[in-house]
């Protein structure tokens, strides 16, 4: 599923038990030239997993799909107007719409070409707001769409996709140590666990993935298959 409208209403029972998208950020960009409103599907009941497709994108990296994510919810918070560098707007300020730039006016005052422009500028901030609410995935939601909701599209969700007790032990070791810009800080700046993880989701590779285990057995101890995997 590429190319959607906005969504208006919820999906049907039926729908909900048999159709579930595989966000697939880039190739949405490159194929259908357009990104997925994930955010809006999400709040609609629509259980969106993260995907990758190495035959429309890039890479097979979830890491960078994640990073796409990112990316493709930006560009829906995109309003500019055909020729318009300012993020020219219809009038009211309706997100998602766009207008010719503003015709210039003959012998008007400084004055008021200020509060023209002042106004103009109230009025696209209250636009990029209301569309980064309606459209904004964060590295963190981009996680979850790589893990706990890809489980839940798959039907999976109950054994796994998190690390609640009773679930199966499916997990990636990732450290920020191995890729040179991952380094410390000397100062222990933003070296919080989480300052950590968004380093390594923004700017990390397969140098950060030091173990991966599938139903509790190491199966990739520090990039190499272990015996398990081999057998």
Do not use: W
Not at 117 to 144: F, T
Not at 199 to 219: E, F, H, M, P, S
């Amino acid at each position: 599923m590429t190319s959607l409208g906005p969504p208006v209403a919820p999906p049907s029972a039926q729908t909900r038990r048999v159709h579930f998208p595989a966000h697939h950020p880039l190739v949405d960009r490159l194929g259908a030239q357009e990104a997925l409103p994930v955010r809006q599907l999400i709040r609609i009941g629509v259980t969106v997993g993260l995907g990758t497709d190495v035959a429309g994108g890039y890479s097979p990296s979830m890491l960078c799909a994640m990073r796409h994510a990112v990316l493709a919810s930006k560009t829906l918070q995109f309003n500019r107007a055909n020729g318009c560098a300012f993020g020219c707007t219809t009038a009211g300020g309706a997100a998602g719409a766009s207008a010719a730039p503003p015709t210039r006016r003959a012998k008007r005052s400084r004055q008021s070409a200020d509060d023209e422009l002042a106004a103009a500028c109230e009025r696209s901030a209250g636009d990029e707001v209301r569309r980064r609410e309606l459209h904004d995935i964060s590295h963190l939601d981009a996680l979850h769409l790589a893990t706990q909701a890809g489980a839940d599209a798959l039907g999976l969700g109950a054994s796994l996709g998190s690390f609640d007790v009773g679930k199966r032990f499916d997990a990636v070791v990732l450290a920020a140590g191995g890729a040179p810009f991952l380094r410390p800080y000397a100062s222990g700046v933003a070296e919080a666990a989480e300052d950590v993880l968004h380093k390594i989701l923004t700017l990390g590779d397969d140098r950060n993935v030091k173990a991966v285990y599938v139903g509790g057995a190491r199966i990739v101890a520090d990039g190499q298959l272990t015996r398990a995997a081999q057998a």
